[in-house]
């Protein structure tokens, strides 16, 4: 038991003195962007619509700053993108209503339940998301990841979100 407290120990404190754990959790891959080599070398583009994420914090607009990380993230991995980010809320059957109306392949929501600086002396940033991919089409789900992740004190939250949402998008 004393060795299993001391490994446990040991990776807390390992954790903590290297300043950034980063945990993701990815069901699927998102879906490609593929290049038509045959005839046109064109990309085969992918349309998604992007809602604001839903904010569960108390930091205000969280949601809508980390949509806005999301959506610079999959422009530059050659998606296109209709943004929707605004202080509504959407649910999902005005979500999949919106993305009808777009013409777009899927849609993405989801939501930010950390987006702070923790107490302390280094002040450092913590960020905990949730998105979600769905087929507009049929509504059904086809990837999903959780991320959370933080870093040191010299480290902005809008560094920490895009380091930890361009990991969750790579998958």
Not at 2 to 18: A, E, P, Y
Not at 32 to 56: C, F, H, P, Q, W
Not at 143 to 149: E, K, L, Q, S
Request: overall charge negative.
């Amino acid at each position: 038991m004393n060795v299993i407290k001391s490994v446990v120990f040991g990776f807390i404190f390992l954790m903590s003195m290297t300043g950034c754990v980063a945990i993701v959790k990815v069901d699927t891959p998102l879906p490609g962007v593929s290049i038509d080599k045959r005839e046109t070398n064109e990309r085969k583009s992918v349309l998604i619509s992007l809602l604001a994420l839903n904010n569960y914090t108390d930091t205000p607009q969280a949601g809508m700053r980390a949509s806005s990380i999301i959506e610079g993230v999959l422009l530059a991995k050659g998606y296109r993108v209709i943004t929707h980010i605004s202080a509504e809320n959407y649910n999902i059957s005005k979500a999949l209503e919106i993305a009808k109306k777009d013409g777009s392949d899927y849609f993405m929501y989801g939501g930010v339940s950390e987006w702070r600086y923790k107490t302390g002396i280094d002040g450092e940033p913590a960020v905990s998301i949730q998105c979600t991919l769905a087929e507009t089409n049929s509504s059904k789900v086809v990837w999903n990841a959780t991320g959370a992740d933080s870093d040191w004190g010299n480290a902005s939250i809008g560094t920490t979100a895009q380091n930890l949402i361009e990991s969750m998008l790579s998958n």
